[in-house]
């Protein structure tokens, strides 16, 4: 178990950009498991395994895994709903599950699969509740509200009731209500699960705006890898409760050790081209597909392509984090084994 | 106060929300008033073979019938209300965004639920009672005094009504599902509360042991303040303490069950 007793003096000194702290946090569940007609076998499930990681304030990062990884336990124990089993956690320098209540009025949550929202009542009945409940000044209120409107068109929806709105005007609904009382910072729990492309690219689009304007601190969630490509600079990986990588999400693929992929346009159909280290992987009439290390210069092959053999077109394909990081787990999983 | 209103604005929308379903409202409205009508013919016939039955004259027991009517949605007597909300958002999972909320669980929903119980007193209640009051000779008192003493009972009968089934809804954070306590609810809340018979009726020690049960305090208290069968200070105390226990029992649940319980759906 992880020391929670630091000298405090330490604290203070270290890093105070920190906004939020983990440190050995581990959350473990009793889960019973029925053996037999009476028989419970009780087993303990390490939902997260001593993960540590700090984000400064303003930083807008991406927390990725697998179903079951740890994901939405490590945000249940940000907000507070859930209590470390270990370790040491802190938000805003506030411990959440001792003061949940002070801490809830300085952060906003949004559930991609759950609502806030009154559900048979009209959307602004819902935001007005908000004003209540996070007691916000009348002034900053209205002002909030006019600005997260106009941002996410919600101008025509704000008399419809939340049971007939679409899943993304519901959703643009939801971040507008977590972010009515200004919060410091905003967790998003896959914000843009079930989206279309054009919902999805609006909400994106509205929370870059949202961290670069206002410097509101987002940790996102997300099984969609484009929603990381697109807003965050720094990615954690998490498996099985543990952190498996934290780093900007280049290094990513220096870590999973990723290839690239040339595609080219021959005249003609030609033998498997020969230019080391890429490698023919698939010959399909006069195009050719080489991958090569994610590493290695795409230039240097090309010219060494284009001199040697009669092109005519070409592309490069970058790697998706999706492969990267299945590759990463399989080779977790063979140390595992080996 | 802040938080005032904000309860305030809780208890307006679940006076909202329900006041959204008309057409369901109409068919409470139609379905009161037909069971109202059966049972006053059944409640007659009854009294004809035991005049004073409980105490209560004919007049009374037709007062007593209507009055149930018009108190059955209103106190959400066989279930129905705030808990069954509260029970599908534990059973989803979608408790976990009411608890990351600036705001205390069991008031919220308290709110939420006097604002129902405001909504099917004056949306559904009232007509049938009226209806049965244009009908039949009924009870009522003529002064305003015991009026304005049913009205105080009323309020807390809410409040038992919904400290009972918050307990219930409570339990699903570890029987996962609703089913079992929904009918469980729905059997004690009609037959102890006094839906069947006036818990007067009731005879010997069983009678007793069900007069000072918390239900009890739905529709037998504000039935007997209304029409001065029982001193209106004995009613509110009565109430009041079933009403303390009951919420105390709540919280004291509720606080086990946010610690201990896994919230489901990942």
């Known amino acids: 178990m992880a020391d929670t007793n630091t000298d405090p003096s330490t604290q203070a000194g270290a890093d105070t950009d920190a906004f939020i702290e983990l440190d050995g946090v581990e959350k473990v569940f009793d889960v019973r498991k029925k053996t037999g007609f009476l028989k419970r076998e009780r087993r303990q499930v390490r939902a997260v395994d001593s993960i540590s990681f700090t984000v400064p304030r303003g930083e807008m990062v991406g927390y990725i895994g697998p179903n079951g990884a740890g994901k939405s336990t490590t945000i249940k124990m940000l907000t507070g709903i859930l209590t470390p089993s270990g370790g040491r956690l802190r938000v805003a320098g506030i411990d959440p599950s001792r003061e949940r209540t002070r801490l809830a009025h300085r952060i906003g949550v949004v559930f991609g699969q759950r609502t806030t929202l009154w559900w048979d009542l009209p959307l602004l009945d819902s935001y007005k509740l908000m004003h209540r409940m996070y007691r916000i000044p009348d002034a900053r209120y209205r002002e909030n509200l006019d600005r997260l409107v106009e941002l996410l068109d919600l101008s025509a929806l704000l008399d419809v009731p939340v049971r007939q709105l679409s899943l993304g005007q519901r959703m643009r609904g939801d971040i507008a209500a977590a972010l009515l009382h200004d919060p410091e910072v905003l967790y998003l729990d896959e914000p843009t699960i079930g989206l279309d492309v054009i919902s999805k690219a609006r909400v994106r689009e509205f929370l870059r705006e949202l961290n670069a304007e206002r410097g509101t601190t987002v940790l996102l969630t997300t099984h969609d890898l484009q929603d990381i490509e697109q807003l965050c600079s720094r990615v954690m990986v998490i498996d099985h409760g543990r952190l498996m990588y934290d780093g900007p999400l280049a290094g990513l693929h220096e870590v999973g050790d990723s290839e690239r992929v040339l595609v080219v346009d021959l005249e003609r159909e030609l033998p498997p081209i020969e230019v080391p280290p890429a490698r023919v992987v698939k010959v399909e009439g006069p195009r050719q597909w080489l991958a090569f290390p994610a590493a290695e210069s795409a230039a240097v092959l090309v010219a060494r392509v284009a001199a040697e053999y009669p092109l005519v077109d070409l592309s490069v394909r970058e790697p998706d984090i999706e492969t990267v990081i299945a590759k990463m787990y399989a080779e977790q999983a063979e140390r595992a084994i080996s | ?266």
């Open chain 2, 1 to 266: 106060m802040g938080s005032g209103r904000l309860y305030l604005a809780v208890a307006v929308g679940g006076f909202r929300r329900y006041a959204t379903y008309r057409a369901a409202t109409a068919a409470g409205v139609f379905t009161n008033t037909v069971f109202g009508v059966i049972l006053v013919y059944t409640y007659l016939a009854l009294w004809d073979e035991k005049p004073h039955l409980g105490g209560y004259g004919q007049a009374q027991a037709v007062t007593y019938v209507w009055l149930g009517q018009c108190l059955y949605a209103t106190l959400a007597i066989q279930g129905g209300g705030a808990e069954k909300d509260l029970m599908e958002r534990i059973r989803t999972g979608e408790i976990a965004v009411d608890l990351y909320r600036p705001a205390d669980l069991q008031l919220w929903w308290l709110a939420g639920d006097v604002g129902r119980a405001l909504f099917q007193m004056l949306g559904r209640g009232v007509l049938p009672f009226l209806f049965g009051a244009v009908f039949f000779p009924m009870a009522l008192p003529t002064e305003i005094t015991p009026w304005l003493a049913f009205v105080v009972t009323l309020l807390l009968a809410t409040v038992v009504s919904f400290a009972i089934r918050y307990l219930a809804a409570l339990s699903v954070f570890w029987l996962m599902d609703g089913m079992g306590v929904n009918q469980a609810l729905m059997i004690t809340g009609i037959f102890f509360s006094g839906m069947v018979l006036p818990l007067n009726a009731f005879p010997g020690a069983f009678g007793e042991i069900v007069r000072v049960l918390p239900w009890a305090a739905q529709l037998q208290m504000p039935a007997d303040v209304l029409m001065g069968e029982t001193d209106p200070w004995r009613a509110y105390a009565f109430q009041a303490a079933w009403a303390v226990v009951l919420l105390a029992a709540g919280r004291l649940v509720q606080s086990a069950a946010t610690r201990r319980v896994v919230v489901q759906g990942g």
